[in-house]
C-alpha cells in the first residue's frame, strides 16, 4: 500500500526565515511525486511534478527536490502569503489515483 | 484560467438522505474524480471515471456511492444513504493526462 508521510505537521516561521519541508513515501514504483498548495476551505492547488530522483522544480520562492525515498519543498525568503498547507501526494504506475500525506501547515508573519 | 466549479459549497442533510453533489470539470479534461477530506484528516481518494466508466475506485466507494456522467459537461457523485461518517469536504477534480489534477473548491458536506 502506498503511504506518504510529511513533516513537520506545523511550522511557524518568521518572514524571510528560509525553510524546508519533507515528504517521505513508499510506493511500489513511482509514477510521479505531486506537491499542491491547499489554503483553507479552498481545493489543492498544483504546485510541482517531479518524476524521478534528483529531479528539481522551482517556482518564485518554492523548490521541490526528490530522491528515492523522500522530496523536499523549500521555501526560500517567505511572505505572508506564502502561509498555506502544503499536501505531498504519490502516484504509482498502475491507476491514476493520488495518495496524499497529511501536508504541512505553514504559518509566514510579517 | 479554466477552473472546476463545484456546486453546491455547502450541503446539510439528514441522515439516510440522499445528497447529489456536482461537479463541472475543465472543457477539455478527461480524467474526473471525486476526493473527500474528514476534517484534520488527509485528502482520500474516492474514485476516478474515464471514458464513461469508473477506472479505479478506493474501499470507501461502496455501493452507497455511484458517479454519473450526465451530460458532456457535468460530474456528479451521489450517496444513496447518508451517514454520519459521510460528513466531509468532497473535491472534484479533472485531469487532460490523468497525472496533473485541478481541483474544484469542494462541497462541505454536513450529516445531521
Known amino acids: 500500500e502506498d503511504q506518504v508521510t510529511q513533516s513537520p505537521e506545523a511550522l511557524r516561521l518568521q518572514e524571510g526565515e528560509s525553510s524546508s519541508l519533507n515528504c517521505s513515501y513508499t510506493v511500489s514504483g513511482l509514477r510521479g511525486l505531486f506537491w499542491y498548495r491547499q489554503d483553507p476551505g479552498k481545493g489543492p492547488e498544483f504546485l510541482f511534478t517531479?518524476?524521478?530522483a534528483g529531479e528539481e522544480k522551482e517556482k518564485e520562492r518554492l523548490k521541490a527536490t526528490l530522491t528515492k525515498k523522500e522530496s523536499f519543498l523549500h521555501i526560500t525568503a517567505p511572505k505572508p502569503e506564502d502561509s498555506a498547507t502544503y499536501l505531498c501526494?504519490?502516484?504509482?504506475?498502475?491507476?491514476?489515483?493520488?495518495?496524499f500525506g497529511g501536508g504541512t501547515r505553514v504559518l509566514v508573519k510579517p | 484560467e479554466p477552473e472546476v466549479t463545484q456546486t453546491p459549497s455547502h450541503q446539510v442533510t439528514q441522515m439516510g438522505q440522499e445528497v447529489i453533489l456536482r461537479c463541472v470539470p475543465i472543457?477539455?479534461?478527461?480524467?474526473f474524480y471525486w476526493y473527500r477530506q474528514i476534517l484534520g484528516q488527509k485528502v482520500e481518494f474516492l474514485v476516478s471515471f474515464y471514458n464513461n466508466e469508473i477506472s479505479e475506485k478506493s474501499e470507501i466507494f461502496d455501493d452507497q456511492f455511484s458517479v454519473e456522467r450526465p451530460d458532456g459537461s457535468n460530474f456528479t457523485l451521489k450517496i444513496r444513504s447518508t451517514k454520519l461518517e459521510d460528513s466531509a469536504m468532497y473535491f472534484c477534480?479533472?485531469?487532460?493526462?490523468?497525472?496533473?489534477?485541478?481541483f474544484g473548491s469542494g462541497t462541505q458536506l454536513s450529516v445531521l
Open positions: 517531479l518524476y524521478s
Open positions: 501526494a504519490v502516484q504509482a504506475p498502475a491507476g491514476n489515483k493520488l495518495t
Open positions: 477534480a479533472s485531469s487532460d493526462s490523468g497525472e496533473k489534477l485541478f
Open positions: 472543457s477539455n479534461h478527461l480524467y
